[in-house]
């Protein structure tokens, strides 16, 4: 037994002397909870990931019906997203303390029908103004901030010697909802699932099994109402099968249902104003910013500082335990681990948010000299469907990750993080050859296969990275700070899906693709320095935590 027997209590869906670390109470009665909460956690953040990232092939499809938007508008949408996702998590990395886990995994899980049925209904209409779909795009963060109070809640269910493989499946199986996403929104596109009118395709599309020609009819409606099929069980799951934990390292003031609710939205709120200020000081005035497009690097600190500036503003109980939660922003290991976290999930999420898109316009059009001047508006006729591709390096990276958090658990976090670092490094300087070469080829899809290959190990190596650090968390962090720091550190990861494809835009425009990956390579050698300081080095902090 590692610590003294602790008496467990049911009141309800409400639990007391909740002790995971108590061999006996674990085996008693705890590792059934736990694991409750772990499989009903799963899918509804696998739904929250589909629904925040759906945006990646949405405006692809956009693009081959011929909605009238041009290609650096559709860029926004994902972009809306991914930092309306990134800015949400910040907020909720401290839902579990405030609300309770039973009733934070609820609403924001309630919560992602908003988007879908709004999405769904936009998209019946190519004249729909372009506002709108920035709205459900933005909207769509919902399903990124899920993943801070998730992975915060499911670390206070586990011991902490098993805590790489429990948050190593919860997030891996909950990134899986990229993955689901990538196959499954291509598929229902192609039937009339839930009626409506079809569209005709411009241009060639595809699915997971093949291309689809021109011609062919599409109900991309379908993309944002096939979510309902899983989202309104869920809600049922998780009111009915999940718990608060009531003790004074976990929620104790949780109190009911309507108070929490009302705290969870309205520290939503702060986030989606300041992700929206942002996004307003970015954009260019055609697509409904302020003009300024000030440069991203002076943005996202300005939206972080606002967020947590306006979280300290609010008034009451909920300021006390904000405080005592913000005390991991004096501990040095929580910036060490938000550098290392943003490196493997962060690489994780804006590949994924960019690889369609990315394919589409690196591989889909033939870049050939007319006139004089290299062009890059040639439709490819023997161009990959990016439908068809970019599920791969999102399914490997999500289902490897509890076998990172695994190894971890054997060989500790750090190692495991050095070694995936270094492959990191290399298969982005690898990806960036082939991209480059594509990019000045009239037959770029010479190229494609070993892009590919490169890219899916870069995947993979993000996956089993993002396990590793999840052990290094629950070693280095006690119990009451673990969960609001891998909240805190997913946060700022986060904005890897607005900065990756926002950079691969940029760098396309400016017709140096590849340049966004050497800038990447450079980063993920950052991180290998301050992993080693920290935790690997003689002396370290912690040794190989």
């Known amino acids: ?78 972009a809306i997203a991914g930092l309306s996702g990134a800015t949400l998590r910040i907020p909720s990395s ?89 196959i499954v929104v291509p598929l229902v596109m192609t039937f009339a699932l839930f009626g409506g009118e079809s569209m005709t395709l411009q241009n060639t599309s595809g699915t997971l099994i093949g291309k689809i020609p021109a011609g062919t009819e599409t109900y991309i409606f379908n993309a944002g109402w096939v979510w309902l099929i899983a989202l309104v069980p869920l809600a049922f799951a998780g009111w009915f099968g999940l718990n608060n934990i009531r003790d004074e390292h976990v929620s104790p003031d949780a109190g009911s249902a309507l108070p929490a609710f009302a705290k969870i939205l309205g520290m939503l709120a702060i986030g989606l104003a300041t992700a929206t200020f942002g996004l307003w000081l970015m954009l260019p005035a055609k697509t409904g910013g302020s003009g300024l497009e000030l440069n991203k690097w002076i943005v996202l600190p300005i939206v972080i500082a606002l967020t947590v500036f306006a979280l300290k503003l609010i008034p009451g109980k909920i300021q006390t335990n904000l405080k005592r939660q913000f005390q991991i922003f004096d501990n040095k290991h929580t910036w060490a681990m938000t550098v290392i976290y943003t490196m493997t999930f962060g690489s994780f999420i804006g590949y994924a948010a960019a690889m369609g898109l990315a394919i589409k316009v690196v591989f889909g059009f033939q870049h050939i000299m007319v006139d004089g001047v290299m062009t890059h508006n040639t439709v490819n006729p023997n161009g990959p469907s990016a439908l068809m591709f970019a599920w791969m390096g999102p399914f490997i990276g999500a289902l ?144 190989n935590p």
């Open 1 to 78: 037994m590692t610590e003294q027997a602790t008496k467990l209590e049911e009141k309800g869906h409400d639990l007391y002397g909740w002790n995971p670390d108590d061999d006996v109470q674990w085996a008693e009665a705890g590792k059934k909870i736990a694991t409750r909460n772990l499989w009903i956690s799963i899918p509804s953040l696998l739904c929250g990931f589909a629904v925040w990232l759906y945006w990646g092939i949405i405006t692809v499809q956009m693009l081959n019906l011929g909605f009238p938007f041009e290609q650096s508008q559709l860029f926004t949408l994902a």
């Open 400 to 543: 490897i990750r509890p076998i990172g958090g695994s190894w971890a658990d054997k060989m500790g976090g750090a190692k495991v993080t050095q070694i995936i670092s270094v492959v990191m490094v290399a298969c982005a300087l690898g990806v960036a050859y082939f991209m480059k070469a594509a990019y000045g080829s009239a037959t770029p899809e010479e190229y494609f296969y070993p892009f590919l290959v490169l890219f899916i190990i870069l995947f993979a190596a993000t996956g089993i990275g993002n396990g590793s650090t999840f052990r290094t968390i629950a070693v280095v962090f006690n119990k009451e700070q673990a969960g609001p720091v891998l909240g805190w550190t997913s946060a700022v990861a986060a904005y890897g899906a607005f900065i990756i494809p926002k950079v691969f835009g940029e760098q396309i425009k400016a017709t140096t693709p590849e340049y966004a990956l050497y800038g990447f390579a450079i980063f993920y050698g950052v991180c290998i320095l301050i992993n080693w300081w920290f935790y690997l080095r003689p002396g370290a902090y912690v040794k």
């Open 94 to 182: 401290f839902f579990i303390r405030i609300a309770g886990g039973r009733y934070t995994l609820f609403l924001t899980t309630a919560l992602l029908m908003i988007p879908a049925v709004g999405t769904g209904f936009l998209l019946q209409d190519p004249n729909t103004p372009l506002w709108q779909f920035q709205l459900m795009a933005l909207l769509s963060g919902f399903g990124g901030g899920n993943f801070a109070s998730s992975m915060s809640n499911i670390s206070f269910f586990y011991p902490k010697k098993i805590q790489g493989y429990a948050l190593g499946m919860n997030a891996g199986l909950g990134n899986f909802g990229v993955t689901t996403m990538q």
